[in-house]
């Protein structure tokens, strides 16, 4: 899981999705009204595919209850999405933090499945 969060935070993320996640970018690239919210689908497409990735693990290794599985993929994206803004937008927390928070979150993901 742990690689799972490394190669798609790092390595699949990728220069392109780093820029169209942040608000700063659009402003400057296209500062028109109508692309003020665009980052908003840059941050929500990694962190799906952040979350879906840190997931591969477990959708081989355990007998998934569906539910759970659904419940746990969006919560996480929910949280990466969050804390990618937090970084990328509001210049809230530094890469440390988000990184923390983030093996934190595969951590605990990996837990609630060996409880469930």
């Known amino acids: 899981m742990i690689l799972c969060h490394i190669i798609d935070d790092f390595v ?27 980052y908003k689908v840059g941050l929500f497409i990694h962190s799906l595919s952040w979350s879906i990735m840190i997931h591969l693990p477990l959708f081989l290794l355990f007998c998934l209850n569906s539910w759970v599985a659904i419940i746990t ?21 530094n890469l440390i933090t988000d990184q923390s928070i983030h093996l934190t979150q595969v951590i605990l993901t990996f837990i609630i499945y060996n409880i469930i």
């Open 73 to 93: 993929v969006l919560l996480n994206c929910a949280i990466h999405y969050c804390v990618d803004d937090l970084k990328a937008n509001k210049f809230k927390i």
């Open 12 to 38: 699949l993320q990728g220069t392109c999705l780093v820029n169209l996640k942040q608000r700063k970018w659009w402003e400057t690239n296209a500062p028109e009204e109508l692309y003020k919210n665009d």
